[in-house]
Nanobody, 126 residues
Framework: QVQLVESGGGLVQSGGSLRLSCAVSGRAFSSYAMGWFRQAPGHEREFVAG????????NYADSVKGRFTISRDNAQNTVYLQMNSLKAEDTAVYYC???????????????????WGQGTQVTVSS
């Protein structure tokens, strides 16, 4: 199975930046798209950003457009989430996910994603 390991979470002040990484290992051939989701206390898990391995096509939740950037390094099988201008409402556990079809980047329901990382905590102080 595909293994996903997130890193880079931590504590940051409002307006600051963090860069999350997701290392992909195992049978990576089964992964056609990567994405980031987040879940805050009292909230449903929500889609944040997605990227297709093949052409780098991306999609973002409205709440993070202009502030977050998802990217991938194909050679290292690593996906990143650069988070700038962080707000208190960005506080959540962030999960890396893998999907068997690139279309999941746009059809971003959780049911379209097969593999999940353990999550990394991002805390933004106001």
């Amino acid at each position: 199975q595909v293994q996903l390991v997130e890193s880079g979470g931590g504590l940051v002040q409002s307006g600051g930046s963090l860069r999350l990484s997701c290392a992909v290992s195992g049978r990576a051939f089964s992964s056609y798209a990567m994405g980031w989701f987040r879940q805050a206390p009292g909230h449903e898990r929500e889609f944040v950003a997605g990227i297709a391995w093949s052409d780098g096509s991306t999609n973002y939740a409205d709440s993070v457009k202009g502030r977050f950037t998802i990217s991938r390094d194909n050679a290292q099988n690593t996906v990143y989430l650069q988070m700038n201008s962080l707000k208190a409402e960005d506080t959540a556990v962030y999960y890396c996910a893998s999907a068997p079809t690139a279309l999941a980047v746009w059809a971003c329901r959780q049911e379209n994603w097969n593999f999940w990382g353990q999550g990394t905590q991002v805390t933004v102080s106001s």
